[in-house]
């Protein structure tokens, strides 16, 4: 079989199967060998009974106590416990919803068992672990892929198909120079396949994996490096800049010396003839969206359109309000673009933006779809650039004559991971907060506390504050107990407060209108407390709030609760953060320190970097970084940093081997590149 072979030609691939693969991109035999285990079962890891960890997933012998007890709970469920001797502790394996394991184990019988160790209620439980007889193991501590769920496509199929793949003469052309392959002490590319999807011991994955990365590492540089080089030439002409002294200084407060040097950074590069292509990056609440309405009003006064898109609606509407009152007496017009505009509205808003008598655009995906049409578009502003793909962001360019490109982004991005995100951009940094800002009191505490807590929220919204309550999660989970979310606190909270205290849920599932109705409500004073999701990590900005309450805080990653933390500390008054946990982990624990004692965006990456490594980098969600298969940017700095210089060496040689192997990437590049989404 060749790379490029329909999976027609695989056996158990007809049209319905066919069908559920495409919807998750596996088209091709080379499509299915690039899908690769999302983790390897190593069977052979043996946990000590006297030191594990909460949740870690072990091997264990144990010796089967007796035939275990079926307790039925409602319905068809029920829960199996079988009680084994672990050496000399105690312990329980459970089992949901497989009540004829009854009847499978022998009393006083050893078995090796393969699962996830819980801790709770002085008991030790291994829950729903795979297991074999101890005097019969076979390959049971086999290292085993497991592949990731595709709907429609059973689970054994995966393995079943590359199996197949392998045995039928696999042909898988190597395109690496040789010279490359050699002096980086590579698997060609057939070999490492096979060390991922058929290894025989833990060292042949690394192996595959060292090559598979080294491929994704050297194409994402070679591509930025070819659109680095590519200069282009802006036809777009602004010559107009006596009119931007006055703004700002007309503007309600002074700009600090970081905002000012941003904007000497703008006007030079509209200034050198060439497209801008900028990437500011600040703090949370160091004032990023007042360079956005100066940018704009800039390319007004020059006769030109923005188009600023943002990667919620709240967040649409909330810009909306600040750049209709930043530039309300300069004459400049504003519109905001939303999906949930009535149908009406919307055609006369694109009406007038395709006449030219709509400056400012402001909206979601809504701005890149086919129907809107810009009169003269200057300049493309993208809000948290992390929650958009790349192709999005071309999309909007491509709106107009090549416009300047301005991305606005809060995460703490180290400088090498800028360039692989935001490729040929240049930075600009935002390192201070406006005058006259308090810095935000942040505490940690357990749940015992939460009435103090709450009782202390009380107090500052009796002096006319307002107040944020944030939950992991819309709704309770059974799987996860203990992590709050914003219904069941919700109604927590309104037998806990006063009820002269208004109070309001604001979350994902929300229909639009309602969501904006509550956030209208909030921005006006007319809700005190709003319990809500993550929801509110962008786009809410309102200077009365002076509490938030975080519960179950060890659920959000670190940059993540500095995003959150970032919305109450916009006014003059003392504001304050209080993190809520249960969890007794070290290492939650020592994030939680790191966020009580750092107010600096970009110290608290440095701190997640030590404590947790950079994987975990972007918090709960991993927003931003273009994770391609296998590398993941954020910790692979070292190998980022070598395939760039092997890259500069492919573009200065005139080796034939070289020139070829340089045209079959960039060839790809743009294919894959552009299709990634960096959420």
Known sequence: ?????????????????????????IKTVGNLLSYYPKKYIDRSVFGNPEHFFEDQEISLKATVLDTGRVQRIRGNLSIFSLPLLWENKKLSAVFFNQPYLKHTFQENQDYYFYGRIKKGYGSIKITNPQFVKASNPGVFFELTPVYRNIQGVPGSFIPKALKEIFCESLEIPESMPEVIRSGENLLDMKSALKAIHFPDKAEDVILGIQRLKFNEALKINMGIMSSAREKRYSEIDINLFTGLEPFVNSLPYDLTASQRLVIDDMVADLKNGQVMNRLVQGDVGSGKTVIAVIAACLMAQNGYQTAYMAPTEILAQQHGRSFKELLKNTGVTVAVVTGSLKAKERREILKQ????????????????????????????????????????????SS??????????????????LALILYGDLSVSYIDELPKGRKPIKTYCYNEASLHKILGFVQDEMSKGRQSFVICPFIEASEELEAVRDTESVY????????PKYRMACLHGRLKSEEKESIIQAFNQGRIDCLVATSIIEVGIDVPNVSTMVILSAERFGLSQLHQLRGRVGRGNHQSYCFLVTNSKSDDTLARMKVIVNNRNGRKIADEDFKLRGPGDYFGFKQHGLPKLGLLNPTEELALIKRTKEIAELIFESHNQEMMTFKNDVLKSFYIDIADISLT
């Not at 060749?2 to 695989?10: G, H, I, N, R, Y």
């Not at 008598?357 to 493309?380: C, D, E, M, P, R």
Request: hydrophobic residues 40%.
């Open 1 to 25: 079989m060749k790379w490029e072979d329909s999976l027609d030609k695989v056996k158990g691939v007809g049209p319905k199967r066919s069908e559920a693969l495409a919807k998750v991109g």
């Open 491 to 498: 109604l927590e909270l309104l037998q806990k407060i006063d």
């Open 353 to 396: 933006v395709a006449l030219g008598q709509v400056s400012v655009i402001i909206g979601t995906h809504a701005l890149i779809q086919q129907s809107v049409a810009y009169y003269n578009l200057g300049l493309v502003i993208t809000d948290e650039q992390h929650r958009f793909g790349v192709k999005q962001r071309s999309q909007l």
């Open 399 to 416: 709106k107009g004559n090549q416009p300047h490109t301005m991305v606005m982004s809060a995460t703490p991005i180290p400088r090498t």
